[in-house]
């Protein structure tokens, strides 16, 4: 049952921070059933699990949403951060549904009232957890399909197999009727002494001989005949296994560059940059080799997002990510962190080189043009650096990383800042105090 909530009842910023932890148990449980290995995903079971979860029981105390203008505002915002965390997880082939989507959410009049800012995240999600059954159904109908082609390949061979016991048993009944024919002629010799009685006995036995060396000519013949079409019908079911394989495989490899890769920008995602950075911490802690973690973001994305729409917002990311690729060495790491935040590994670079990279990359990003329809759109980043440490873990160095973005921000943006600026800055109004 629906109820009205008054607008002054209602605590904007604790709902805000409802609908964001609800949204980020929805994509920890995708990942943990995805890790479990779940051949079915249904929303009957991300439910089950989100009941168990205690920060969503938490939430869910107040379950009223008001239906103001003010408070739609404020939704279609938590909708769009909910829409852009999702697309970090869905495949390519859905990322056109969420910019219609996000486009449509552009026309305030689009929504009725605040429940359809909520119901149509939801929806795609539904359709993207659809998607995922598909694809676990056509890779068991293929495992389906190979199992009856293997057992269709198993009949004949075990066929051949009989036929050739049976070929075995066929020649040594010759070879022992062969030999039977012989020891009789022997003693045809022995006992006759007519001669043409015993050219008489010789040749029936001849006779006999040649009638069973054609009559295993013949089988000898049909089991060739038998062997060559046994071959021919495996060879067609091999050739009809090697296409199937070779379309799973490029499906599998179409899924593996799609759960590593931003779906937007083509670069590394969160999941790749997850497995990179605990490979870069293993090899600085065993083999002290310097490294460093650059975080960056578009500045002033959310006006980009306000001004000219999603879809230039959109664009803005895509060009940010091939301005990287473009100016970053071949074996830097980029990774869409989420949002418009990336994250960039330099290996074999300590704190001063990924700074001086850090510099060239914003000075580079600044200097070009990023227009849409003739109209240039301002596009800067900012970016924090921190190099590795030996007694790091994956928090750390980007914590250290991201409050070097957050001064860098505070002193202007545009502007890169290291772990040792912000450092600096928290010792320099200590040393004011002891001065004065």
Known sequence: ????????????????????????????????????????????????????????????????????????DRLKEIANVILDRFTELVPSHMTDKFDTLKNMFNNNAAAINAKDWLDSPIDILRKYIGSLSDRNNEVEEFLKQTMQYLAAIEQPLTGE?????????????????????????????????????????????????????????????????????????????????????????????????????????????????????EEILAHVQRYDIPATLMICDIDFFKKINDKFGHKIGDLALKKLADLLKERLRKNDFIARYGGEEFAIILPHTDLNGA?????????????????????????????????FKKDDDITTVFERADKALYLAKKSGRNLVRTDEDVLAEATAPNLLKQNH
């Open 355 to 387: 700074k001086i990279a850090g510099e060239s990359v914003r000075s580079y990003i600044d200097k070009s043009v990023f227009s849409y329809k003739g109209q240039k759109i301002p596009l800067t980043i900012s970016a924090g650096v921190s190099s």
């Open 1 to 72: 049952m629906n109820q009205e909530i008054d607008l002054k009842d209602l605590d904007l910023a604790a709902f805000e921070e409802k609908v964001y932890v609800i949204a980020d148990e929805v994509l920890v449980i995708l990942k943990e059933l995805s890790r479990e290995n779940q051949k079915q995903i249904s929303s009957k079971l991300i439910a089950e699990k989100m009941f168990n979860k205690d920060t969503v029981k938490c939430v869910l105390v107040n379950n009223g949403i008001a239906s103001s203008n003010t408070e739609i």
């Open 161 to 277: 197999l009989a036929s050739q016991q049976q070929k075995f048993r066929d020649e040594r009944a010759f070879e022992e009727d062969l030999t039977s024919y012989i020891n009789m002629m022997r003693q045809d010799c022995n006992h006759h002494t007519d001669i043409n009685a015993l050219k008489a006995a010789f040749l029936n036995k001849i006779e006999n001989i040649n009638k069973g060396i054609e009559q295993k000519r013949e089988q000898d013949i049909q089991r060739l005949k038998d062997a060559e079409k046994t071959l021919g019908e495996m060879w067609e079911r091999m050739n009809e296994i090697k296409h199937e394989a070779e379309e799973i495989r490029k499906k599998s490899q179409e899924m593996e560059f799609e759960s590593y890769h931003d779906a937007l920008t083509g670069i590394y995602n969160r999941r790749a940059y997850d497995e990179k950075i």
